[in-house]
């Protein structure tokens, strides 16, 4: 049976990438704790990796507990590590592949950050809305007296 020529680096092979770049970001670590406002990343597609160093990585860097799905022009997958400030971010094509992976060392990845431009869109936007009518018809309609609130719940 013929193997299917892979186009990434040896099966099962380790080359201790998945080391180097755990020294790596342990600095850029070091870094967002001494300056918050600090941010870097690591473009894990431009290294040399096999399979092995990737879920070598992956086992070392853990799974935290933030995980968001970004769907513009293709999927991102944003996931913490299990080291705060240590995210994974991997985008994908509108074809589903793989485009490019990367870790980033920020407090948050600015792919989750609203761009200025979009919050004042929508303060435009929800200040527009009758929103104080929709509260006071609300409000008028839900009994205050909390007998008539035990009649109409229980």
Request: proline content about 5%; hydrophobic content about 45%; glycine content about 10%.
């Amino acid at each position: 049976m013929t193997r299917p020529i892979r186009s990434g680096c040896a099966d099962g092979v380790r080359t201790g990438l998945a080391a180097a770049i755990l020294g790596e970001i342990a600095g850029h670590l070091g870094r967002l704790a001494e300056d918050p406002s600090y941010s870097d990343a690591i473009d894990l597609r431009s290294l040399p990796m096999t399979d092995a160093d990737r879920e070598d990585l992956r086992a070392a860097l853990g799974q935290g507990e933030v995980g968001a799905v970004v769907d513009v022009g293709g999927e991102t997958r944003v996931d913490e590590s299990a080291f705060a400030g240590v995210w994974w971010v991997e985008h994908r094509g509108a074809d589903g592949r793989v485009m490019a992976e990367q870790i980033v060392v920020a407090r948050v990845p600015d792919i989750l950050l609203a761009h200025p431009a979009d919050i004042a869109d929508a303060h435009r936007r929800l200040i527009a809305t009758d929103f104080q009518d929709q509260a006071a018809s609300q409000a008028a309609a839900t009994p205050s007296d909390p007998a008539a609130k035990e009649e109409t719940h229980g």
